[in-house]
C-alpha cells in the first residue's frame, strides 16, 4: 500500500475572453462566482441568503454567468425543480492588454479591477475591526507590507510568476484537513511608484 498523499487535480483555469469579460463586470455576478467557488455549489435561493439579495436576482444573473461558461448546472445535486450551481473555474486569469482592441471589454476589466479594489480595502477594514478575535499566532501571521524595487517590465512579470508558484507549492502541500487550517486569502499587488510619489526627475 503507497503511503503517498493523493495529488491534488490541477486548478480549473479561465482566461477571460471579451464577452465574459462584459458580463462578469457586474457587482453581484463577481460575488456569485466568487460565493461558488469558495463555498462550492449551490441554490439561488442559499446564495440570495448569502450575499443579502434575492432569489430572483440570483436567478437572473446565475444565468447570465452561464451563458458564458462561468457557472454550469450540478445535475448530482439538484432534486426535482430545485438548481443546483457550481463555479466552472477555480482561477480566473487575464492581462489588461487583451482587451486592448475593444473599448466595451477594456471599460469591464477596468471596472472589475476596480472592484477587486473595493473589496480588498473592505476585506483590510473589516480585519482590522475582527483581528481582536484571533489568536496571536494567527495575528501574526496575517498582515501586508511593501517593498521598493527599481526592475524592468519583464523582471516583475518573473516575480509574480515566481511568487504564485511559491503560493500553489504551499497549497500542494498543505492538508486540507488539518484542524489547525483556516481559509485565507493571499493579494499580490504590484503598482507604480509615480502615483504616489514623484519622481526624480520631477521639478516642483
Not at 480549473?12 to 462584459?22: A, M, P
Not at 462550492?40 to 461558461?69: D, I, K, M
Not at 509574480?160 to 493579494?187: N, S
Amino acid at each position: 500500500m503507497s503511503d503517498e498523499k493523493p495529488t491534488r487535480p490541477a486548478p480549473r483555469t479561465v482566461r477571460l475572453d471579451h464577452q465574459q469579460v462584459r458580463v462578469l463586470a457586474h457587482p453581484l455576478r463577481m460575488r456569485l462566482v466568487g460565493a461558488l467557488r469558495v463555498n462550492g455549489p449551490a441554490t439561488a435561493t442559499r446564495l440570495a441568503e448569502l450575499l443579502g439579495t434575492n432569489t430572483g436576482a440570483t436567478s437572473y444573473h446565475l444565468r447570465q454567468l452561464a451563458e458564458v461558461g462561468m457557472v454550469v448546472e450540478d445535475p448530482d445535486l439538484g432534486t426535482g425543480r430545485q438548481r443546483f450551481w457550481r463555479a466552472a473555474h477555480d482561477v480566473t486569469q487575464w492581462e489588461a492588454s487583451d482587451y486592448d482592441d475593444d473599448p466595451d471589454a477594456r471599460a469591464a476589466i477596468e471596472w472589475i479591477e476596480a472592484d477587486y479594489f473595493r473589496f480588498f480595502a473592505h476585506h483590510a477594514e473589516r480585519w482590522t475591526a475582527q483581528r481582536h478575535e484571533w489568536s496571536p499566532a494567527w495575528r501574526d501571521a496575517f498582515g501586508m507590507g511593501d517593498f521598493f524595487l527599481r526592475i524592468p517590465a519583464a523582471r516583475l512579470e518573473a516575480i509574480k510568476a515566481e511568487v504564485f508558484a511559491v503560493l500553489e507549492r504551499h497549497r500542494d502541500e498543505t492538508d486540507p484537513d488539518d484542524p489547525d487550517a483556516e481559509l485565507v486569502q493571499v493579494y499580490l499587488a504590484a503598482f507604480p511608484m509615480s502615483p504616489v510619489l514623484p519622481s526624480t526627475q520631477e521639478k516642483p
